[in-house]
């Protein structure tokens, strides 16, 4: 079999020409041009959709996209021209419904159009970079009809319109000028801001810089300020109802520039009614208004701050230089922590709790309680008179309160160390005495300052409490052993105190009466006996005693005095009168304690068991003491206690600071010493510089002190000077 020749096969083009219509475009456009108009006519009910896009499908395809697109331009700008004249024609009020009227059939129309050229849009329209249909609608929409002469300023005329008369009170169709402001945003942002939103907030300024000078004209500062308020809230509302949410931030700023930037010196200085009046007047509400508003405009909270400061420290000033309150050293205090508590109270309630408002509180307290050299003495007769009797009956949670004011005044203090000096006397005297209110409270504040200031600062004071308890062990071993020795004798409680933990004091010379002299020697040889190597001396100054005394007619009295007080009473005993002279020359009481201790037994009412002729306030050498006889009292105990010192006396004042003085030289000393071991060369600023930073947490330290021991140092060879720099120093080793 021979094999068959195979043979190739190959598809040819159709060779018939299909034909197109010459007139097929212009017929087929003519279809679509009607259609066109009967949408805008609402006479779509009748069209067939689906063959209306086949045309347009078919005109594309067959290369007459461009005509398609050109005729649809022109129809539409035909029919907007309509309804331009229609929209032109609309009077008054019916101006906007029109309009709105009219976009919203537009908008119908348009999304019809569209789906009948879908095909063009998808195609044609992206390849030649021509713009799609719904935005030529609304572009055409925009140059036809918003942007044609007669309406363009006649809409930007109502709409403005429309808003003055809603600030002036009236009602207006809110959900109309949504519809408008909304078609204006849908043509565009450029549209909506140049045709709009750029007048409205030219007007708007100029409406706002008018009220508010009317406004600040004749309101006070709160009235002023609840307008600014109620403004900038109608502005915000009406954004919200009306307009783009992005003209927010743009028309508050011209309501915040205008009614408070352009203002607000003004308002916070104004007479009767500003910043400083709303603080005396604690009007929180005002004040925190006038925070909200501030806090908006550049720098607002910087000038409340600033007027608030310098009004916190010109009262603080005054306060200080007023002599009827410097007479009072606990009233005083309170008074700083009553205006603490105030100022405290505006801050958090009227100005959230900020932060800067805070330091600026507190730097302006810590600035004037600086001011008065006093201070730690003050804050410390506060604490002794809390502690003694100002406290009693409060609860635990009150006691903590007062106790946390006080230490943040203490805070404040740049002398830590002089109130240190003065808390550890008022203490002594307070345990001394037994005349604390609470253990727990002492040791509570002890307890705060450990943490504030460390160990250091208080372990003479934990030391003191120490010795109180060790002194009851002691006397329970005393009185074991020597009980049966006493007899009917006076009964001895004694408190022994260790000499570095406790103020020192000068040991003053006083002849205790014979009586007691007696059991005093049987405790000091039975405590020398107990211990070895210690050394007793008596603080006559610091003892109580219970005296049994009998009056006129057999009225007997329990007497509570000091030992001071007891030496005078019992010299009573064996004499009816006896002269200031006599009394000294006896006792040889310092005679500061013996004015102040016979000033209280004969001068104070219901407490004067002895009488004094002349009678008078004062004490002086020329005086003369009776027994009083005729004195009564309905209690059966009489506590007379002795005419305080509630503060020091200059001199005495002069003498705790000197003892400061000489306190603080050490620790400047240490310091340096300290700081020179780890740098070994340092320059005389850096040196003052490291100790301030080292010591301000107790005191700050005087740059001419600091330099005096600085020379002290190098006289005792710690330290020398650089041979070519003489500021320059180094640490000797």
Not at 430 to 440: C, E, N
Request: proline share 2%; hydrophobic share 35%; with cysteine.
């Amino acid at each position: 079999m021979s094999a068959q020749k195979k043979k190739a096969f190959q598809i040819e083009a159709f060779k018939h020409r299909v034909v197109v219509d010459p007139k097929y475009a212009e017929k087929t456009w003519k279809i679509l041009e009607h259609a066109i108009h009967e949408i805008y006519n609402h006479n779509a009910s009748g069209l067939s959709f689906e063959e209306l896009y086949r045309n347009a499908y078919n005109m594309v395809l067959h290369k007459f996209g461009e005509k398609l697109y050109s005729g649809l331009v022109t129809t539409m700008t035909s029919h907007l021209k309509e309804i331009s004249n229609s929209i032109e024609a609309a009077q008054g009020g019916l101006f906007l419904d029109e309009l709105n009227r009219k976009w919203a059939e537009h908008n119908k129309a348009l999304q019809m159009i569209r789906d009948i050229l879908m095909y063009m849009d998808r195609t044609f329209i992206p390849n030649t970079h021509k713009t799609p249909v719904h935005e030529l609608g609304l572009n055409l929409w925009r140059d036809v009809i918003i942007h044609s002469h007669a309406i363009q300023s006649r809409l930007q005329a109502i709409l403005l319109e429309n808003v003055r008369r809603e600030r002036s009170g009236e009602v207006i169709d809110r959900g109309l000028m949504r519809s408008i402001t909304k078609m204006l945003m849908d043509l565009g942002p450029s549209v909506y801001q140049d045709d709009f939103e750029k007048h409205f907030l030219e007007v708007s300024a100029d409406f706002y810089r008018l009220e508010s000078q009317e406004f600040i004209e004749s309101c006070d500062c709160g009235e002023y300020l609840k307008k600014a308020e109620r403004r900038l809230n109608e502005e915000i509302e009406r954004v919200s109802h009306y307009l783009d949410t992005r003209s927010e931030v743009k028309i508050t700023n011209v309501v915040e520039t205008e009614m408070i930037e352009s203002h607000m010196h003004r308002l916070v200085q104004m007479e009767n009614s500003g910043l400083i009046n709303m603080i005396v007047d604690e009007k929180y509400e005002d004040l925190g208004r006038m925070y909200c508003l501030f806090r908006r405009v550049s720098n607002g909270l910087v000038l409340i701050r600033d007027v608030m400061t310098s009004y916190i420290r010109d009262t603080g000033k005054q306060l200080l230089t007023d002599p009827e309150r410097l007479k009072d050293p606990v009233d005083f205090v309170q008074h700083l922590l009553d205006l603490k508590d105030k100022y405290d109270k505006i801050i958090t309630s009227a100005f959230r709790n900020d932060k800067t408002f805070q330091n600026a509180l507190n730097s302006s307290f810590e600035y004037f309680i600086n001011l008065n050299s006093r201070s730690p003495e003050f804050i410390s007769l506060f604490v002794d008179d809390k502690l003694r009797k100002g406290l009693r009956g409060v609860t635990e949670e009150d006691v903590e309160l007062v106790l946390d004011k006080v230490m943040m005044l203490f805070r404040y203090l740049q002398e830590k160390d002089v109130f240190e000096k003065y808390y550890k006397q008022h203490l002594a005297k307070r345990l001394l005495s037994g005349k604390s209110v609470s253990d727990d409270a002492e040791r509570s504040l002890i307890v705060k300052l450990k943490t504030e200031c460390g160990y250091q600062f208080t372990s003479k004071l934990e030391g003191m409490f120490t010795d109180m308890k060790t002194s009851q062990d002691t006397m329970q071993g005393f009185h074991a052993s020597h009980g049966s020795d006493i007899g009917d004798g006076p009964m001895l409680s004694v408190q022994v105190l260790t000499t570095g933990s406790w103020p020192t004091q000068p040991i003053t010379t006083c002849n205790l009466p014979a009586e007691i002299l007696g059991i005093c020697e049987k405790f000091r040889n039975y405590y020398l006996g107990t211990h070895t190597g210690r050394r007793l001396s008596w603080q006559t100054n610091m003892g109580t005693a219970d005296l049994k005394a009998t009056f006129g007619k057999g009225q007997k009295h329990e007497l509570n005095v000091s030992t001071y007080q007891m030496c005078v009473l019992m010299l009573f005993n064996d004499a009816d009168q006896l002269s200031y002279k006599e009394i000294e020359q006896v006792t040889e009481i310092p005679t500061s304690d013996l004015k102040r201790c016979l000033q209280s037994l004969a001068c104070v009412k219901g407490k004067n068991v002895l009488r004094k002729e002349p009678m008078s306030k004062d004490i002086v050498d020329t005086d003369t003491f009776l027994f009083n006889d005729k004195y009564t009292s309905k209690f059966f105990k009489v506590k007379i206690g002795t005419v305080a010192a509630q503060r020091e006396s200059e001199p005495e004042n002069q003498e705790t600071r000197q003892r400061v003085e000489e306190d603080r030289k050490p620790q400047i000393e240490a310091a340096i010493v300290r700081i020179m071991k780890a740098r070994r060369v340092l320059d005389h600023n850096n040196i003052v510089a490291e100790v301030t930073k080292q010591l301000q947490s107790r005191f700050l330290p005087n740059p001419v002190v600091i330099k005096k021991r600085i020379e002290s140092l190098i006289e005792r060879e710690f330290l020398e000077r650089d041979k070519g720099d003489r500021k320059l120093y180094r640490y000797l080793a």
